[in-house]
């Protein structure tokens, strides 16, 4: 209740901010994208993880006006960084199945992109197999609303729900993330070697691109870039960033 209470103040207190994870390309390590991730700095209780307070948020209501700030500030932010000529190539945001299913998300992103002047493709929105297999036909025309808007959209956590490849393809989807519980142990452990490989191999005659989450060393990644993955994630490359560390980030791998 008192987590509660101070959720419905965060906003107008200010207490949130955003952290920036990096995604690299796998051949390279340049960077290609950076996943916003929401924090809260709780007066009292110090920086609460969004895995108490998102699901908070959901049941109270606060996820609309919380997730419409995430939004425009990340819009925000890749202006201003556009603006101090730092290349950050595209942001991903991550979205809550509330937020999916409220009427006016695409009014809410194309509102953000216009405002801060981004062009649409450089936002991308995570979400998960959940949130589109929980009502598929209202989600291809929602997916394909937002498509239309020219943002990229991807499966966030994949492989952790139910949806089968051949099903997501009636999805417009740009992009899985395969999840970090599928990386671990590469490539020694051979039942996630068998799954990563097998998503890949399928993403690939798909045309989806894929994003290794939780990638921790170099053997994992040297592994996935063999196998044909495009994209990595994890704190081999950086743990997630405030802004202002950004610049440093950049300029160390320029
Ligand atoms: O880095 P981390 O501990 O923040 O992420 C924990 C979880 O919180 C992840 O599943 C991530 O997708 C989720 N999360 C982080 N930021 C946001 C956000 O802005 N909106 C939503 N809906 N979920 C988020
Ligand atoms: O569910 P989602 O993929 O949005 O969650 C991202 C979460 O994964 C965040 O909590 C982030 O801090 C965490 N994370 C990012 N990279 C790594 C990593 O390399 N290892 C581990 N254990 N967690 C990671
Ligand atoms: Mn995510
Ligand atoms: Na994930």
């Not at 039942?191 to 045309?207: Q, V």
Request: hydrophobic content about 45%; aromatic content about 8%; glycine content about 8%.
């Amino acid at each position: 209740l008192q987590l509660e209470r101070g959720l419905r103040q965060a906003l107008e207190r200010g207490e949130f901010e955003l952290h920036f994870q990096p995604i690299v390309a796998a051949a390279t390590y340049r960077l290609e994208a950076l996943e916003v991730l929401l924090r809260w700095r709780h007066p009292e209780l110090g920086l609460v993880s969004p895995v108490r307070f998102i699901p908070l948020a959901e049941e109270t209501g606060l996820i609309r006006p919380i997730g419409d700030w995430v939004i425009r500030q990340a819009c925000r932010q890749l202006a201003e960084w556009d603006c101090l000529g730092l290349h950050v190539p595209r942001l991903a945001i991550n979205l809550s199945a509330r937020q999916f299913e409220q009427q006016g998300l695409i009014m809410q992103v194309a509102g953000a992109l216009a405002e801060a002047g981004i062009a649409a493709g450089r936002l991308e929105l995570e979400m998960t197999e959940s949130m589109v297999m929980q009502n598929p036909s209202e989600a291809v025309s929602l997916l394909g609303e937002l498509k239309a808007l020219g943002v990229r959209l991807s499966i966030d956590d994949f492989g952790t729900g139910y949806s089968s490849l051949s099903y997501l393809k009636r999805f417009p989807l740009d992009t899985l993330k395969i999840d970090r519980s599928f990386i671990e142990g590469l490539p020694g452990d051979g039942d996630n070697a068998a799954i990563a490989e097998a998503i890949l191999a399928m993403a690939r005659k798909l045309s989806f691109s894929v994003v290794a989450e939780g990638v921790e060393t170099e053997a994992q990644a040297a592994f996935l870039c063999a196998k044909g993955c495009q994209l990595l994630q994890g704190y081999l490359f950086s743990r997630p960033l405030p802004a202002a560390e950004l610049p440093a980030f950049l300029q160390q791998r320029s």
